[in-house]
C-alpha cells in the first residue's frame, strides 16, 4: 500500500483526491481551492479599485458595486483566509505533534467538502440571477430588503461551509489534546500548533452564533419568519450582535494561525529558540479569550449607549496588551540571532511594521468616541485590511513558502519570490496606507462612486495604483508556482536547513503514514534538540517498528456535502413557487441522510501497513534520499 | 495670563496647524477640520492617541531597525549558533505593564467623553414659559434621502438641514426604511439611524456656512444601504441665532404663489403629478413620502448630490433612476398618464421647483 511512490493515471488521482482522508491531501486541497478563491476575491478587489480610479466612474453600475464589494469580503474571508490556514493547519500541526493523522479523518475530508460546496454555491449566485449585496456583514434590514436571491446564496452557502469549518475545528481540537507524540507535552508544542489549537477553540464557539443568525435569516428571508423583520416586531440589532458574537472571533481565528506560521519562521531564520515561548502562548490564549468580550466594539455607534460603549471600549483596548506581548518577544527572538533572509522572514519582517500599524489604529477605534468618526469610514477599510492583509495574506504567502517544500517536496523559487514580496509589500501599503486619510477626510466605506468636489481624487488613484502591484506581484507568484511544479527538483528533509519542528524531520512530502515509528519528544524544537546532540536520524523513537493501523478513504463526505448542495437550491427557490423546488430539496436531504446512514451502519475498519512494507518503504525513501545529496548536496546550504 | 508675545505664537501655530490641514480635505466634509465641539473633542482624542502610538511605533521601530541590521548572518557568520535564549520575566513584566500605562492615559478621557457626547439630559429642558430651551431636529433617513423635522417650529424640510450656530442642536434620529448612518464629518462622529429605535446624540456648530468655500457643510450617510448609498448625502447650513429665526419664521409662513406663467403652468403640472408625495409647503406639514420641497429653491444641490441648475433637475425628473438608482421616485410614465414629461413641460415644472424659496 506504499502509494507514495507510484505513478498514477490523472483518473485515478482525481479519483484519489476525491475520496482522500489523508491530512496532507486534503492540506493541498485546502490550498488549491483557497488558492482560487483568493484569485477571484482578488479580481473582485481589483475591480472596485478600478471603478474608484477617479471621482465619478461608470465602470461598474451602483447595483453591482454593491455585489462586487460583498463578494470580495465574503469569498476573502470565508473561502480564501480560512481554508489556506486550514491547509497549513492541515499539512502542518499533525506533524508537528508526531502524529499519524488527525483524530477524525473522515470528518476531515467531511469538512473540506462541505466548504467546497458552500464556497462554489455562493459563488453560483453571479451566474443565477446577482450575487449578495449588502455587504459581508449582511446586516438584516438592507439583507430582508434586498431583492433576487442574492442574500439566499449567502445565507445558504455560508450555513454549508460554516459547518465544514466547524467540523474542522472540533477535529483540530480532538487531535492536538489526544493524539500528540509521547514526551509531547502541552508546553512543549510548536507555537503553530498551540495557535491551531486556539483557533480551532475559537471557531467552536464563535460560529454556532453565526449559524444561529443566518438560521434565522434563512427563515425570514425563505420561509416568513419575523426575527429581523421591524414592522412585525422583530430586531434587526440582533443580527448585528449574532454576527459580531461570531465575527470578531473570526479576525482571530484568522491572525492567530498567521501569528503561528510567523512564530515558526522567527525561530527557523533566525537559528534561535522563541524567545518568551511561554509568554507567546499565554498571550495567544488572552487574545483568543478577550476575542469574544470585545464584539460591540463594531457596534459604537448602534447607540447602545454610553456604559456599553465605555466598557466595550475599555475590554477592546485590553487586547492591545497580550498583542504587544507578541510583538516584542518576536523582536527578542531575532535579537541575537542569525538572520537569514530567506522569502518566508523577508514576508515575517515585514509583517512587524505592518501588523504594528493595523494594532495601533485599532487602539484608536477602540476610543469609543473617536470611533464615531472612523466607524464606516475608509479608515476602517485601511485598519482591517493592515490587520488582514499585513497579518494574514502575508503569513499565507509565507507559509507557502515555507511549507510548499513539506506539502510537495519541491522549493518555490526565492528570486520569484522577492519579486512577489516587493511588488506585493509595496503594492500594500500603497493602497491602504492613504485609505486611513481618505477615512479622515470624510469618505465612508463602500461608497460605489464619489464626486469630484469631495477632494478625494488624488488618494484614490494612488490607492487603486497600489492595488496594480499587488495584483503584479500574485501573478509573479502564480508563475512561480507553474515553473516549481514544471521543473520538480526534490529536497529532502530539512529544506531551509534550521528546522527545528518534527516536521523537518521526515521526508518532503512525508510517507502517508508520516512517521514509521512515533517520534519521542525530548523537548521544545525536538528536531533540534536532536540535530544539535548530533542525531543523524533527527528523532528517537517511542516505539519499536510494527504493523501501522490506517483508515481507508470513501467518497462518503464528497456524496454527503452535495447533497446539502442539492437541498439548497431547493430551499432557495421554494419561496418561487417552483413545481421542482420542494422535490430538489427532499432529495438533496435524502442524500445527504442517506450516505450519513450508510456511513453509519457500514463498518470500515481501515487497513494495516505491516512491519515489511514499513521497511521496505524506509529503504526507498533512504535511497531516494542519498540519490538527493549525491545529486546536489543538500537544499539550501 | 497670557502675554502678547505667547499668543502671537500660539497663533502662529495655529496657523500653521490650519494650513497643514487644510491639505487634509475639504473644510465642509473633513473630520481634520472640526467645526464643532463633538468633532473638536473627537479630534483631540485622535492626536492623543496618535502621539501615544506614535511613541509605541517608534520604540518598536528601534528594537526592530537594530535586531534586522546587527543580526544578519551574512554579518554574524554563516556556522554562528545563536545561544538559545528561553525569555525573562523581567523584560515581560515591562512590555506588559508600560502598554497597560498607556492604555489608561487613553481609557481616561475614553471614558469620559463616551459620557459626555452621549449626555442628552437637558434636551427636553423648557423655560418658565413652558417652551424649549434647546432646538431638537427629529432625522428620518428614507431611502436615499433625508427629512429633517423641528417639532417645536412646527416645520419640515428635507436635504438640507438648517441649523443655529453657537448653541447645542439635539437630534432623534430614526430610519424609515433600512438601516442608515448620519454623519456630518466637520461637525461631529456619527450616529447610525436605525429602523426600531431612535438615537439621540447633540451637535454643536461653531461656524456660519456661509463662510465655506461651498457655502455649506456636507453630511453622508455611512451606513450601506442599498445601490444609492454612496448618493444619500445631504447638506447642512448653519446660520447666525439671527437668521436662524428668521429662517423658522419664513418656513412658517404661507409660501407665495409664483407669478410667472411659466412657473404657474409648473404649479398645474405638479399639483397633478407630484404633490402626492412631495409637500411643498414647510409648516405644520407631515412626513412626506418624497422630500419636502419648499426650501427647493434655496438649495445648493439636486437630489443631495447634483449640481443645483435647471438643466440637472429637468434630466433629473425625466429618468431619476438613471441618476440614483433604486430610489423612489416614480418615473414620469408612472404619475403623467403614462406619458413621459415633454420638453415644455419640464421647462415648467423646472421654472416652478427653482422658484421654491424662503430665503430671499
Known amino acids: 500500500m506504499s502509494s507514495n511512490s507510484q505513478k498514477k493515471g490523472f483518473g485515478a488521482t482525481i479519483w484519489d483526491y476525491l475520496t482522500t482522508v489523508d491530512h496532507k491531501k486534503i492540506a493541498i486541497l485546502y490550498l488549491i481551492s483557497g488558492g482560487f478563491f483568493f484569485l477571484v476575491g482578488g479580481v473582485e478587489a481589483m475591480l472596485i479599485r478600478i471603478q474608484l480610479m477617479k471621482a465619478g466612474n461608470d465602470f461598474l453600475s451602483a447595483g453591482t458595486y454593491n455585489e462586487v464589494l460583498t463578494m470580495h469580503g465574503t469569498t476573502m474571508i470565508f473561502l480564501a483566509a480560512m481554508p489556506i490556514l486550514l491547509a497549513f493547519m492541515n499539512a502542518v500541526s499533525p506533524l508537528q505533534i508526531g502524529a499519524r493523522d488527525v483524530a477524525f479523518p473522515f470528518l476531515n475530508s467531511l469538512g473540506f467538502w462541505l466548504f467546497f460546496f458552500g464556497g462554489v454555491f455562493l459563488n453560483l449566485s453571479w451566474f443565477l440571477g446577482g450575487a449578495p449585496d449588502a455587504g459581508w456583514t449582511n446586516y438584516a434590514s438592507l439583507a430582508l430588503a434586498s431583492e433576487g436571491h442574492g ?33 509531547m507535552t502541552y508546553m512543549r508544542m510548536p507555537l503553530f500548533t498551540w495557535t491551531t489549537f486556539v483557533a480551532s477553540a475559537l471557531i467552536l464557539l464563535a460560529f454556532p452564533p453565526l449559524t444561529v443568525g443566518i438560521f434565522f435569516m434563512v427563515f425570514d428571508r425563505l420561509f416568513g419568519a419575523n426575527f429581523f423583520d421591524v414592522t412585525m416586531g422583530g430586531n434587526t440589532i440582533i443580527w448585528e450582535h449574532f454576527f459580531w458574537i461570531f465575527g470578531h472571533p473570526e479576525v482571530y481565528i484568522l491572525v492567530l494561525p498567521a501569528f503561528g506560521i510567523f512564530s515558526e519562521i522567527f525561530a527557523i531564520f533566525s537559528r534561535k529558540r522563541l524567545f518568551g515561548y511561554t509568554a507567546l502562548v499565554f498571550a495567544t490564549i488572552l487574545i483568543g479569550f478577550y476575542g469574544f468580550m470585545v464584539w460591540a466594539h463594531h457596534m459604537f455607534t448602534v447607540g447602545l449607549g454610553p456604559t456599553a460603549n465605555a466598557v466595550f471600549a475599555l475590554a477592546t483596548m485590553i487586547i492591545a496588551v497580550p498583542t504587544g506581548i507578541k510583538i516584542f518577544n518576536w523582536l527578542l527572538t531575532i535579537w541575537g540571532g542569525s538572520i537569514s533572509f530567506t522569502v518566508p522572514m523577508i514576508y515575517a519582517v515585514a509583517f512587524i511594521p505592518s501588523f504594528v500599524a493595523g494594532g495601533v489604529t485599532g487602539v484608536m477605534q477602540a476610543i469609543a468616541p473617536l470611533d464615531y468618526q472612523l466607524h464606516d469610514s475608509y479608515f476602517i477599510v485601511a485598519h482591517f485590511h493592515y490587520v488582514i492583509v499585513g497579518g494574514v495574506v502575508l503569513a499565507i504567502l509565507a507559509g507557502t513558502h515555507l511549507y510548499w517544500p513539506k506539502m510537495f517536496g519541491t522549493m518555490l523559487s526565492e528570486k520569484l519570490g522577492k519579486w512577489t514580496f516587493w511588488f506585493f509589500f509595496i503594492g500594500f501599503h500603497l493602497t491602504f496606507f492613504i485609505q486611513h486619510f481618505l477615512g479622515l477626510m470624510g469618505m465612508p466605506r463602500r461608497v460605489y462612486t464619489f464626486g469630484a468636489d469631495q477632494g478625494w481624487d488624488l488618494f484614490n488613484a494612488i490607492s487603486s495604483v497600489g492595488a496594480l502591484f499587488m495584483a503584479i506581484g500574485v501573478i509573479i507568484l502564480l508563475v512561480n508556482v507553474v515553473m516549481t511544479v514544471a521543473k520538480n527538483e526534490r529536497v529532502g528533509n530539512d529544506p531551509w536547513g534550521d528546522g527545528r519542528t518534527l516536521e523537518w524531520a521526515i521526508p518532503s512530502p512525508p510517507p502517508f503514514y508520516n512517521f514509521a515509528q512515533t517520534p519521542l519528544v525530548r523537548g521544545l524544537d525536538p528536531y533540534w534538540i536532536e540535530k544539535m546532540e548530533g542525531n543523524k536520524e533527527g528523532m528517537v523513537y517511542a516505539e519499536p517498528l510494527g504493523d501501522i493501523h490506517m483508515p481507508n478513504g470513501s467518497f462518503i463526505p464528497f456524496v454527503i456535502s452535495l447533497g446539502m448542495f442539492i437541498a439548497s437550491f431547493g430551499a432557495m427557490y421554494f419561496m418561487d413557487d417552483k413545481a421542482w423546488a420542494l422535490p430538489v430539496l427532499i432529495g438533496g436531504l435524502a442524500i445527504t441522510f442517506g450516505s450519513m446512514l450508510v456511513r453509519s451502519l457500514k463498518d470500515d475498519l481501515g487497513f494495516h501497513v505491516t512491519k515489511e512494507e514499513l521497511i521496505a518503504d524506509n529503504e526507498r525513501i533512504q535511497r531516494e534520499a542519498r540519490a538527493l545529496e549525491g545529486g546536489k548536496k543538500g537544499g539550501l546550504k | 495670563m497670557m502675554k502678547g508675545p505667547k499668543k502671537w505664537r500660539l497663533f502662529a501655530l495655529m496657523t500653521a496647524l490650519l494650513v497643514f490641514l487644510s491639505g487634509c480635505g475639504r473644510e465642509e466634509i473633513s473630520t481634520l477640520i472640526p467645526a464643532g465641539k463633538v468633532a473638536q473633542d473627537q479630534f483631540n482624542l485622535l492626536i492623543l492617541s496618535s502621539i501615544v502610538m506614535l511613541f509605541v511605533i517608534v520604540v518598536v521601530t528601534i528594537i526592530y531597525v537594530l535586531a534586522i541590521v546587527k543580526f544578519r548572518r551574512s554579518k554574524v557568520g554563516e556556522d554562528m549558533i545563536p545561544e538559545q535564549v528561553e525569555g525573562s520575566a523581567r523584560l515581560e513584566f515591562i512590555w506588559t505593564a508600560i502598554p497597560i500605562v498607556l492604555l489608561l492615559i487613553l481609557a481616561v478621557p475614553t471614558v469620559y467623553s463616551t459620557f459626555d457626547l452621549a449626555d442628552v439630559t437637558a434636551m427636553d429642558a423648557q423655560d418658565e414659559d413652558g417652551a424649549a430651551e434647546n432646538l431638537t431636529v427629529n432625522v428620518t433617513g ?80 455611512a451606513e450601506l444601504c442599498g445601490p444609492s448609498h454612496a448618493l444619500m448625502d445631504f447638506k447642512v447650513k448653519t446660520l447666525n441665532r439671527e437668521d436662524f429665526d428668521a429662517w423658522v419664521a419664513a418656513m412658517q409662513e404661507e409660501q407665495a404663489a409664483p ?65 440614483k438608482p433604486g430610489n423612489l421616485m416614480p418615473d414620469p410614465e408612472e404619475i403623467n398618464n403614462g406619458e413621459p414629461f415633454s420638453d415644455q413641460e419640464l421647462d415648467a415644472l423646472a421654472a416652478y421647483l427653482m422658484g421654491l424659496k424662503v430665503e430671499e
Open chain 2, 142 to 221: 428614507k431611502l436615499y434621502w433625508w427629512e429633517f423635522e423641528y417639532p417645536e417650529q412646527e416645520i419640515i424640510t428635507a436635504q438640507e438641514l438648517v441649523v443655529p450656530t453657537g448653541e447645542r442642536v439635539y437630534f432623534n434620529l430614526i430610519a424609515a426604511d433600512v438601516k442608515h448612518s448620519f454623519w456630518i464629518p466637520s461637525i461631529g462622529g456619527k450616529l447610525d439611524v436605525n429602523p426600531e429605535n431612535v438615537n439621540t446624540f447633540y451637535l454643536e456648530f461653531d461656524k456660519e456656512s456661509s463662510e465655506l468655500e461651498e457655502g455649506v457643510y456636507f453630511g453622508k450617510c
Open chain 1, 151 to 183: 442574500i439566499d446564496f449567502y445565507s445558504l452557502g455560508l450555513t454549508i461551509s460554516g459547518f465544514g469549518t466547524l467540523i474542522a475545528g472540533i477535529n483540530f481540537l480532538v487531535t492536538i489534546i489526544n493524539m500528540r507524540a509521547p514526551g
Open chain 2, 259 to 323: 407669478t410667472e406663467t411659466v412657473a404657474q403652468e409648473g404649479q398645474e403640472i405638479f399639483e397633478q403629478s407630484c404633490i402626492a408625495c412631495h409637500a411643498t409647503n414647510a409648516a405644520g406639514a407631515a412626513p412626506g413620502v418624497g422630500p419636502n420641497l419648499t426650501t427647493f429653491g434655496d438649495r445648493n444641490t439636486i437630489a443631495g448630490f447634483m449640481e443645483h441648475d435647471e438643466e440637472t433637475l429637468k434630466n433629473w425628473i425625466a429618468d431619476p433612476q438613471q441618476y
